[in-house]
């Protein structure tokens, strides 16, 4: 086991021998200088294509990403795809229509077939030999009775049609402005 | 029928056609089944129109 002192020799001796290391020269700084740098240019480099190669990566595998959800879009089922698409033209041959609808002309509005109309039914359609309005001013002015459809203010006349008429026919029908069907031939 | 049927019928059939008159695509459906309507009362009731003419018209155009 060495002790302190002998160590402290020891190094002292050692310290004492001449340096076998030079100091370096000119040439040989310029040279590990260039070693330096040249190594340092390798790292660089190095680190660039690291990046590349790690960029290309990312984009290689968002590609695959990408291949990957299209694939599994295609083939996914087509009924709800062709569902819809049937709907949705359906619903635009309606909105067409009703489009074209809209722009048929209308000479005269709606006015002018209603007024029409309630004329016909009320002034110009005889039942039983007299029109609504004249049973209605006839049984206002009580000539006319509501059970056997003949007005006592015309009786030829309404005898002649009642005697003409099919018997099984009904009598004319005060009760709103039904049209009546005549049966005779 | 009975009367209030009738009645109920043709108030239900005016309100629906005043529903239907009053959208843009109705108005014209409306309006030509109207005219349709009216003729339609023409043919079924020719019978009684004649009457609406005296005979002496009736003679004179054979």
């Given at each position: ?34 070693a330096r740098l040249a190594r340092l240019d ?81 002034a110009l359609i005889p039942i039983a030999g ?56 | ?62």
């Open positions: 086991m060495e002790t302190r002192a002998e160590k402290i020799a020891r190094l002292q001796s050692i310290l004492a021998q001449p340096s076998s290391i030079a100091p370096l020269t000119a040439n040989q700084k310029r040279g590990f200088d260039a390798t790292l660089k480099e190095l680190e660039k294509a690291d990046k590349a190669d790690k960029a290309d990566k990312a984009i290689a595998d968002k590609a695959l990403a990408d291949n990957a959800m299209t694939y599994q879009e295609n083939n996914k089922s087509t009924v709800s795809s062709t569902l819809g698409n049937a709907l949705s033209t359906a619903g635009d041959i309606v909105v067409s229509a009703g489009d074209a609808a809209a722009h048929i002309p209308t000479p005269g509005s709606i006015a002018t077939p209603l007024i029409i109309l309630l004329v016909f039914f009320l007299n029109t609504r309005l004249k049973w209605l001013w006839l049984v206002v002015t009580g000539n006319a009775d509501m059970a056997s459809g003949v007005a006592s203010g015309d009786i030829k006349r309404a005898s002649a049609t009642t005697n003409s008429t099919n018997p099984s026919t009904s009598p004319p029908s005060f009760v709103g402005i039904i049209p009546y069907m005549s049966l005779e031939v | 029928m009975s009367a209030i049927q009738f009645f109920t019928a043709w108030l239900l059939m005016i309100l629906l056609l005043a529903m239907v008159s009053s959208t843009e695509w109705g108005k014209s459906i409306v309006y030509y089944t109207l005219w349709l309507a009216v003729i339609l009362l023409l043919v079924t009731h020719t019978e009684e129109l004649k009457t609406l003419m005296p005979q002496k018209a009736y003679a004179l155009n054979g």
